[in-house]
């Protein structure tokens, strides 16, 4: 048993059209998923942001292949935070090169100390959301996918 394949161009053009569409709805749903989580680390600090800096220093990025797609954050609060948020996520950004990558961070030197010393919430709640929201939102999209037949 045999077959040909008469319209190799058009068969291509539809592949390519559906990965397209497939690939800007996974952006697009990343993307909103990091404006969550930054939204989801300012509103359940649990610290007072006298300064403003720590929560001005969270923020996210969506990377495809190493290339930034989508940024989140470092955009209303203290200055410096927001400095120390885009540099710290730079810095990260090179060390991830292959396939889409979500980072979030919270910039500032002592983000780190704040939830390890003193056990006040900084991004530890928000990481466990990224564990249990990203996962669905894969599912969501496969089962999206399947109904379409695709």
Do not use: C
């Amino acid at each position: 048993m045999a077959f040909k394949m008469i319209n190799k161009r058009g068969v291509s053009k539809y592949i390519l059209t559906y990965h397209l569409r497939i690939e800007k709805a996974l952006i697009y749903a990343l993307g909103a998923l990091i404006a969550e989580l930054e939204n989801h680390a300012k509103l359940n600090a649990g610290y007072k942001d006298r300064t403003s800096n720590l929560k001005g220093s969270i923020g996210g990025v969506l990377l495809k292949d190493g290339e930034v797609v989508k940024w989140s954050g470092f955009d209303q609060y203290g200055s410096k935070g927001n400095q120390d948020g885009k540099d710290f996520i730079n810095t990260l950004i090179g060390e991830n090169s292959k396939g889409y990558v979500i980072i979030i961070v919270a910039g500032m030197e002592y983000a780190t100390y704040v939830e390890n010393y003193h056990g006040l919430n900084v991004l530890k709640q928000t990481e466990l959301k990224m564990r249990r929201e990203l996962p669905k939102l894969l599912e969501g999209m496969k089962s999206k996918i399947d109904r379409l037949g695709i």
